[in-house]
């Protein structure tokens, strides 16, 4: 799930808990019990309380009435079923939350990229590598300077080379079950686009 800095989002968040591929029985759950634990992208425990609640075989979490996601970045939201002799932690529920800053969010992403991921959190980590990758080898910005279109492209560009570079195995093959993020260096296109070179003129 993907919002942005400061959201409070309105919609409930609903689960259908599974263990296995197997949907997990409520029964020996009490929903006034159970809790959540939200970290943030450095695994800090940020205080939050998600109001849970239980209907036929899905949990619903109500969000907080006040912003939890002060910072750009990946949460994590844990749910732990509690029962009087049950306990169980489900798998951690994935939240990116993003600033509108001039580059792109993966909203803007998906306006432009016909074949990005489906997973916000894929996404989001593609978006950041690529970003921190062109800000290391473009020129710098001034503070509080927009950043520039070049930039923009080059920072999709990239997202683009990560993604297929993680989904080729070492035997060739291409899928996206087996994919790996690893840092992956500017291709020549990348670097033309950020640092355009300039035809030398001939000398006669």
Known sequence: MAY???????EDMVIEPARNGEA?????FVAGDSTTVLRGFDGTEIPAEFLVTFEEETVILEWPDTSVLADAGLYTLSVILE?????ERLSPIYIVAQDDNGWHTVDSARETWSGAPNNEYRLYQLLELSRQQVEAYAPSLLIGAPVPASYREGQIMQARNLLNAGLVDPSG????????LRPYPLDWMVKQVLRPKRAIPAVA
């Open 173 to 180: 093959g291409i899928g996206e079950d087996d994919f790996v």
């Open 24 to 28: 997990i029985d409520l029964a020996p």
């Open 4 to 10: 942005y800095v400061g959201d409070i989002p309105s």
């Open 83 to 87: 029962g009087p002799t049950a306990r």
